[in-house]
């Protein structure tokens, strides 16, 4: 139980400093505090779209959640302004703690339970109350250091407040996520929180403490410290066992590069699989079946100039360069790092038949949406080798304003194919693609093949996408309206999975699946979240 502390009415004891230094060295407190509760919050919405995808979801879920929490933490604070010192003290500790290693157990709980929702709420309930906490004790010491008119005392501890949300909200990006990553980003930042609130109490109101709280938060500012410092220093290892725990024991290449995590599992080509921010992209056992299909269709006419956005495995390309009469390839990937291993890993590389040493490729690392608004001449084919759509920063390559840029770079009689996700377990995605095409000027062409069963996602957390890897891919060819009907037909006459049969089985079974009445999704009203 913690001692009563000296009353601060009447008998306080002086302060060791002077007024004005105390109310700096608080405000100094509240800027950093403020600073490294937005770096937690910051953390949870990268971490939490990370393992969980869907970005604007997961932002939503834990500001609102965090937001509430912050007001019922307020509420809470009532109890301990008898006692603010001690109170703050306790309270950054107990943040720092749970802020600072909230990514490792949210990774942890993805890799080893499969599940990181519950998780997350969790932290994003208790950090936020934890945060709400502060500015009405923070209120209380700030005047017992100078007892200014409340309006003025309010104002400068917002002020601190705010600019030290915005150093912390700059930081993450920029300092953090760069130089220590998340795991160890979030573990420094818990540590200096620490360090911050004891620092303030410890120093500044020690004379408000009784001996034996002084010793209490002394114990817990050190163990919570000496946690985090050891949870920085085990990082490497922790991050080791829960990739394996992920991706099995087969993890060759692990880089985290500016745009997400890439992961190379299987020593050779026959065995490589491919993760893009802990999702199966690429499975060697089987990718062929969906880049024979992607790519073919399109190649049925007209292929001098072809343009590949996404695609920086280097598959596509793969099937592109097959055709000798293809002049040039020109390919937009947004990660370079996704390009460097298709360049430089021997399996992947091999797989994808060393793609990038044909002279007739050029790479190119930008976005494509704002790589097209550049206009840079006309294709024959376009092939969009991207994700599946989804509330994301993708979205904007999946809506009626980027088709009609591409329908702007298609030469006379050219042709454009997408990816545009299952077609069997989200309909409705599907077919808000193929609308968004038509809403373009575009004139379209459905068709899926099935997948297989290695098409799954990494780690246990695969339920979500078996159902994508039993109904298989869904397509969409198309070309400028006005012109002739498409026809399914392959562009090469020897394919391993692909023949004429089988596309215009592959047109009739999407068809037969067709969503009407759908409305196109464009860049200020995205509808891909209906079908989630």
């Known amino acids: 139980m913690i001692d009563q502390q000296v009353p601060l009415r009447g008998g306080a004891a002086p302060l060791p400093v002077r007024p004005r230094t105390g109310r700096c060295l608080v405000l100094a407190a509240v800027f950093i505090c403020a600073a490294c509760g937005l770096v937690y919050e910051l953390e949870l919405v990268a971490l939490a779209s990370y393992l969980i995808g869907d970005s604007v979801t997961q932002a939503s879920v834990v500001l609102s959640v965090m937001v509430f929490a912050m007001g019922v933490g307020s509420l809470l604070a009532k109890r301990l302004r008898s006692r603010p010192a001690v109170g703050f003290g306790l309270i950054e500790a107990a943040l720092a703690l749970v802020g600072g290693s909230s990514a490792v157990v949210l990774y942890a709980s993805f890799a080893w339970v499969g ?68 795991l160890t980003g979030a573990l420094f930042t818990g540590a200096v929180n620490a360090a911050a609130g004891g620092a303030l109490v410890l120093w500044v109101f020690r004379r408000d403490l009784t001996p034996r709280s002084r010793w209490l938060l002394i114990l817990v500012d050190v163990a919570v410290i000496a946690v985090l410092a050891t949870a920085a220093a085990l ?78 495995d280097g598959l596509a390309a793969r099937e592109v360069l097959r055709y000798p009469d293809v002049r040039s390839v020109t390919l937009v990937e947004l990660d370079p790092g996704v390009t460097r291993l298709a360049r430089t890993d021997h399996a992947l590389s091999a797989l994808n038949a060393h793609a990038y040493r044909d002279p007739r490729l050029t790479a190119v690392n930008a976005d494509a949406f704002g790589w097209l608004r550049a206009a840079h ?156």
């Open 115 to 182: 599940e990181s929702r519950y998780a997350l709420v969790g932290f994003s309930l208790t950090i936020g109350a934890l945060i709400g906490a502060e500015i009405p004790l923070l209120m209380t010491l700030i005047q017992r250091v100078d007892r200014q008119d409340a309006g003025g005392t309010v104002a400068d501890l917002f002020a601190a407040d705010y600019v030290g949300a915005l150093v912390g909200g700059l930081a993450f990006p920029f300092l953090l996520l760069p130089m220590l990553g998340q």
């Open 235 to 312: 990082v490497d290892d922790f991050e080791r066992a829960a990739r394996r725990a992920v991706y099995g024991d087969g993890v060759r290449v692990a880089v985290q590069t500016g745009v997400q995590e890439v992961v190379l599992t299987g020593a050779g080509r026959s065995s490589l699989d491919l993760y893009l921010d802990g999702r199966l992209r690429v499975s060697a056992r089987d990718e062929y079946r969906y880049h024979e299909a992607l790519v073919h269709p399109a190649m049925n006419g007209p292929r001098a100039r072809v343009l590949i956005l996404g695609g920086g």
């Open 377 to 532: 001449g006309s294709y024959d084919v376009v092939i969009s080798d991207l994700p599946d759509p989804g509330i994301s920063a993708g979205t904007k390559l999946y809506s009626a304003e980027f088709y009609g840029l591409v329908a702007e770079a298609l030469a006379p009689g050219g042709r454009l194919v997408v990816h545009a996700g299952p077609p069997v377990t989200r309909p409705r995605t599907y077919w808000t693609v193929e609308a968004s095409m038509r809403a373009a000027g575009l004139r379209t062409r459905p068709y899926r093949i099935s997948g297989s069963l290695s098409d799954f996602a990494a780690g246990p957390d695969r339920a979500p996408h078996r159902a994508r890897a039993e109904h298989g891919w869904g397509f969409v060819l198309a070309r400028p309206a006005g012109t002739p009907a498409l026809r399914l037909a392959p562009g090469a006459p020897k394919l391993r999975s692909l023949t004429q049969a089988s596309l215009m089985r592959a047109g009739r079974d999407a068809e037969s699946g067709r969503l009407r009445g759908l409305l196109p999704s464009t860049l200020v009203h995205p509808r891909y979240w209906e079908d989630r």
